[in-house]
């Protein structure tokens, strides 16, 4: 790869200054024979330091980058350039490393003044899900005489998976989950009302005295009572809806995003609690379903199945995704939707399924609210136009509301929370499921 010509500032200040011979000529055309001299000299300068600057196989070039990173979190990419063996000098230019669509990047572009190797390090972040295919690294070289430029392109196209933010996973960040942090965050306590058997205590001030252990009692001659813990072995399905609904964006991310990222949360849970967790993410149709399983294995494959999903611009076909995951029939099961509960008719057709899955399962809808919508239906109208909105957003806010009445009329249990709530309110519900010992 020969590469592409590009003359340097000093280049056209050079040539600035050959233009003086040229202005005299027109005075005294006896100059004009030394100006072309001039101008011919230094193109021709120009052309020998193109040709001397550092080639493609003078220099290898790598890039250095986790294979999986998590969105919205920044990391640091690494290109390493080298000079080969048997080459020597220095190595002056600038480098650009392609970026994918989607990404916030500093120091991506650096300028470079190395002999041997160096290390070109910056910062980026991703700010969605999927895959991220980085492209070639340009370099442009400068001749040894500083006039001109090469150009190149070295090929170093890579691809990595954007996962969602799994440290929202760890135990600090599920505790501040539980966590009386704010108001829309507190804690639910976890009443001693599961239905396994988990141990005896001596009675204390305020226990239930249902839970007297009378036979425990008169063996140890003071008052127990039976502790119990949540069941084990129960079954959830996330069911995440992808449809047209979820493909709007709120506080900057799309619904799908908060979405996943509350699925995974609570999967995590799920998993820590011994329950068995599925996952089901559809629109149209389903796109991608994992049938419920135990342990660790089970969440590092939900997080892979759902780091490219996506929202389409389609209507979301809750039947066929339930159809589907109770086909071959199942026990209790607490299925917790995951959408949006904006449009009347398409909640119509998810409280048709949910009253078909009571009382044989638990449905539990989870949902965001649009602070905007709130917002605009609430204020104070200054213009016409004010007027229309909050009449527009008022209307919206009164479907909403009246799905939800329906929903829990039907017996489905519905969480309502903006979207940056979103992930804590799903863990509590279902923390508040198990407590009372509902599944």
Known sequence: MIGRPVPTQRAFVVAAVGLLPAGLAVLAPSVALGSIVLDAALLIAIAVDFFRAWKVDDLHVARDVEPVLS????????????????TS????????????????????????????????????EATARGDLSFGD?????????????????????????VFPDLTALTKDALALARANEDDARRRVPLRSEGREFESLREYRLGDDRRSIDWKASAR?????VRVHQPERN???????????????????????????????????????QGDLVGVIAFATEVKTWLPP?????????????????????????????????????????????????????????????ARRLVPRHLPLIASMSDEAVHAAATMTPVTVLDAHRRRVAAQ???????????????????????AKEFGPAAVNAYLDIKARGLL
Request: charged share 30%.
């Open 71 to 86: 969105s919205h979190r920044p990391t640091r990419v690494k290109l390493l350039i080298e000079q080969r063996a048997g």
């Open 89 to 124: 000098g220095l190595v002056r230019g600038l480098v650009r490393d392609e970026l994918p669509p989607g990404v916030i990047a500093e120091g991506h572009i650096a300028p470079l003044d190395f002999e041997g190797s160096t290390t070109i390090e910056y910062r980026l």
């Open 137 to 161: 690294v340009f370099l442009r070289l400068e001749g040894p005489w500083g006039l001109c430029s090469r150009q190149l392109s070295i090929p170093c196209a890579q691809t990595v998976k």
């Open 220 to 224: 140890r001659s003071r008052t127990m």
């Open 234 to 272: 129960q079954v959830v399905l996330l069911m995440i809806d992808c449809g047209r609904h979820m493909a709007g964006e709120v506080h900057g991310r799309r619904k799908i995003d908060h979405a996943v990222d509350a699925a995974l949360r609570v999967a995590k849970v799920s998993l820590d």
């Open 293 to 353: 399983r135990k342990g660790a294995d089970q969440l590092r494959a939900i997080a892979q199945a759902l780091y490219r999903v996506d929202a389409s611009l389609e209507e979301s076909d809750y039947g066929g995704a339930i159809d589907l995951a109770f086909s071959k029939g199942a026990k209790r099961t607490l299925v917790l939707m995951m959408t949006d509960l904006v449009d009347p008719d398409a909640a119509q057709a998810l409280l048709k399924r």
């Open 396 to 418: 919206l806010e009164t479907d909403a509301k009246t799905t939800v009445a329906r929903l829990r009329d039907a017996g489905a249990r519905v969480v309502r929370t903006p």
